[in-house]
């Protein structure tokens, strides 16, 4: 059954994040500057990077993060209540158009349970959950063109991972996830970057983690099919996956 969505402002789901983010900042660390230096420059004075090999960043006082964030809640209250009502609205504009295009590429029967919230967030990134399957959206900014396109790659990996895992039995989430997830966001990038999907939703989403060249090839490769076949692509990005020495296979 195609999944609903609910928009929900919730400034505790944002402090999980910002702890997320921190532990997950020993395997990449220019997740801190997208997330929040760039976001909150003044952040910086509080947000250290640690010694070692790894340099995974610290937080002295993590109270402190909690009042920042319980106060840029308060501050911009009513802007953010707006922003999530005018997401919604542009989504629900989208929604049927999504969900069309989707069935091109997967069955029905793979959109997995769950919650399917769109959580508001002050970050400059917006993570998604595979367990309960949420997410998180802008919260600030007031481009709902922008937003929609999160949420349609948000969910698109949703589906995506559903279909993965039961049809690629040989690649499980435990020892692969890193590998699952490079396969999973070349996918969405070859995909809402398809000019099919351009003309639906006007804008792409962004392609990196030296993924650059494998997408553009497999862009050329699909560009003029009107229907894609997800099994041909997913298999051709493992094969150029795994045969790319700029792209990390490793957990």
């Not at 910086?44 to 960043?57: A, F, L, R, S, T």
């Not at 999907?197 to 983690?209: M, P």
């Amino acid at each position: 059954m195609q999944p609903k969505i609910k928009f929900i402002i919730d400034k505790d789901k944002d402090f999980q994040t910002f702890e997320n983010f921190i532990k997950e900042s020993k395997y990449d660390t220019s997740i801190i500057d997208w997330a929040f230096f760039k976001v909150y420059p003044d952040l910086k004075e509080y947000i250290k990077k640690g010694d070692g090999k790894n340099g995974q960043y610290y937080v002295a006082d993590i109270n402190f993060i909690r009042t920042f964030i319980d106060n840029e809640y308060a501050k911009n209250a009513n802007l953010i209540g707006k922003n999530m009502q005018i997401n919604e609205e542009a989504w629900k504009k989208k929604e049927n158009t999504y969900f069309e295009l989707v069935s091109e590429l997967f069955e029905e029967k793979y959109w997995p349970k769950g919650k399917y919230i769109a959580y508001a967030t002050i970050w400059g990134v917006y993570p998604r959950f595979l367990g309960d399957k949420t997410f998180q959206i802008p919260a600030i900014t007031k481009n709902a063109e922008f937003t929609v396109i999160v949420i349609a790659h948000e969910t698109l990996h949703f589906i995506f991972y559903e279909y993965f895992l039961k049809n690629y039995p040989e690649y499980n989430l435990n020892d692969n996830s890193f590998f699952i997830w490079n396969v999973s966001e070349a996918f969405n990038e070859v995909i809402q970057n398809h000019p099919k999907w351009l003309k639906e939703f006007g804008i792409g989403c962004a392609i990196y983690g030296g993924r650059e060249s494998l997408v553009k090839k497999l862009q050329k490769k699909y560009y003029r099919s009107s229907m894609i076949d997800s099994k041909k692509l997913i298999d051709d990005i493992i094969i150029e996956i795994k045969s790319s020495k700029k792209i990390s296979i490793k957990d």
